[in-house]
């Protein structure tokens, strides 16, 4: 499924930063509600076909995270952070792959109401160089972001659905 | 009192970053131990006649911190963050100053034993802008970098000689 809400990654030259900007079909609590909650997190993030298992899941300001994603082939990937902050608009928070420890990135979530049901997501994550930037462009999370962000597609529909 | 232990504070120009250098004659363990205790923290952190006031502390991954330093004519300035991972060798944690809400950095603080009783501290500070950095180097922070680490010298000093 090729999503009509196309996803928008910036990797500026020079600077240890990504951008990703994306809009999906639903209110801004609806959006937000899923990048927070534990169930509904793990239905969405993450490319297709990959199973996600949640250790520990707290989505307040200081609050912390830990999660396995599992591919197709069986293959596992563990992730985990904390939550510096979490408001109505933004949230905060650290970002760790297992695979490549030590190197760390902080992220910032802003969810921005557009009208007529619609809402923006804007992730703007600082990485610790331009290489862990760069590191982390080439890891091949183009694809994670933008079908993780199909499956958000689904879910919000399916949810307003119900 | 000027320290024989000078602080080296890199502000590389066009990149997100501020790197402190700083030698201590003190072995690593008793460093690392004033950069995380509670009681010990709160007796150097911040520049000289300023009192701190910590409200959370909790020096473990996953933990948080929340303090206040409070200037000789009376001001308060708060300050709060999570500590994303402590190890033996690096603590990494979130800092954010209440004076300029949602402006949130990430601090790396490594720990290097040099032997004879010495330790070297570096601290990797990664801001969300160019701008944010500006603005921290442009607050003053010198200053309470230098005259902190004076502090922390003397808490050195005189717990190796109880």
Same sequence: chains 1, 2.
């Avoid at 990048?35 to 490319?47: A, E, H, N, Y």
Wanted: proline share 4%; charged share 30%.
């Amino acid at each position: 499924m090729t999503s009509k809400n196309p996803t928008t990654i910036s990797i500026p030259e020079g600077l240890p930063f990504i951008d990703i900007t994306r809009e999906f079909d639903a209110p801004k609590d609806a959006v937000r509600r899923a990048c927070l909650d534990r169930d509904l997190v793990k239905q969405w993030l993450g490319p297709h076909g990959y199973e996600m298992a949640v250790e520990e899941w707290n989505g307040e300001s200081g609050g912390g995270y830990r999660y396995t994603h599992r591919d197709p082939e069986g293959n596992a990937y563990g992730f985990k952070g904390v939550f510096h902050s979490v408001d109505d608009d933004m949230l905060v928070q650290t970002f760790e792959f297992d695979g490549w420890p030590g190197h760390v990135s902080l992220e910032s979530v802003t969810f921005e109401e557009l009208g007529d049901g619609r809402t923006r997501i804007h992730n703007h994550s600082v990485y610790q160089s331009v290489d862990d930037r760069d590191g982390m462009a080439q890891s091949g999370m183009e694809k994670g972001i933008n079908e993780g962000y199909e499956r958000l597609d689904e879910l919000l529909a399916s949810s307003s659905r119900q």
